[in-house]
């Protein structure tokens, strides 16, 4: 299964862009990379999946580079709301697989006014 | 609809006790995972059902750990002799089918005194 390595904390300020890198060196052929977000007390909440180039949702953008060994999630116009910790997993998504892709410790962000 | 649901969201116990938590998972939902968080840690995979059947628990730390499905909806992660160490927040997640994120609970919060 494939780590992941992710900076430990990032700061921002409320309306900026927010990027933050995920560097997955070993990521397989049918590894997806997936992001979660978490806040305090709360379980991780899905933002976005993909495989390769770049993803769109109304939340957030991924975007994979050709060789794949990293991804950045792109997070438009952040408010004091998006202060969480944000995972970045990559890995097989079927079956036991899908339930043991690597979590690390995420990325703190924190968004202020 | 309704989400991932777990109870209770908080439990105490002493040290040797047994304690039991319940997941009650997105209806229609095959899969269904169990996590456990330390504090300021991502999720650590424990166990993994495809409907009744736990084809995966090679993250159970200890014969002490024990999850159920019996009729392939709610689930039972079941500790028994309780220690200090296994004080964390215990994760449930369900998905429909492979290459869907999962969705997650809200967690137990298990203190052991």
């Known amino acids: 299964l494939a780590k992941t390595t992710q900076p430990i904390s990032m700061d921002s300020y409320e309306g900026q862009e927010v990027n933050i890198t995920c560097s997955h060196n070993n990521i397989a052929t049918n590894d997806y990379i997936t992001w979660y977000q978490q806040f305090p007390s709360q379980g991780p909440r899905f933002i976005i999946q993909?495989?390769?180039t770049k993803v769109t949702n109304e939340v957030a953008s991924l975007f994979i580079p050709a060789d794949r060994k990293s991804s950045t999630l792109s997070l438009p116009r952040v408010s004091l709301s998006d202060t969480a910790v944000y995972y970045c997993?990559?890995?097989?998504?079927?079956?036991?697989?899908?339930?043991?892709?690597?979590f690390g410790r995420g990325t703190q962000l924190t968004v202020w006014p | 609809g309704a989400g991932v649901s777990q109870s209770p969201r908080y439990k105490v116990a002493k040290r040797g006790q047994d304690v039991a938590l319940r997941c009650d998972p997105i209806s229609g939902h095959v899969s269904l995972f169990w996590y456990q968080q330390a504090l300021g840690q991502g999720p650590e995979f424990l166990t993994y059902f495809q409907n009744e059947a736990q084809l995966d628990k090679s993250g159970l730390p200890s014969d002490r750990f024990f999850a159920e499905r019996p009729e392939g909806s709610v689930s039972t992660l079941k500790i028994q002799r309780t220690q200090q160490e296994d004080s964390a927040v215990y994760l449930c997640?369900?998905?429909?089918?492979?290459?869907?994120?999962?969705?997650f609970g809200d967690g137990t919060r298990l203190s052991i005194l």
């Open positions: 997993l990559v890995g097989d998504l079927r079956g036991s697989t899908l339930g043991r892709l690597y």
């Open positions: 993909g495989y390769k």
């Open positions: 997640a369900s998905t429909s089918e492979d290459f869907q994120p999962q969705h």
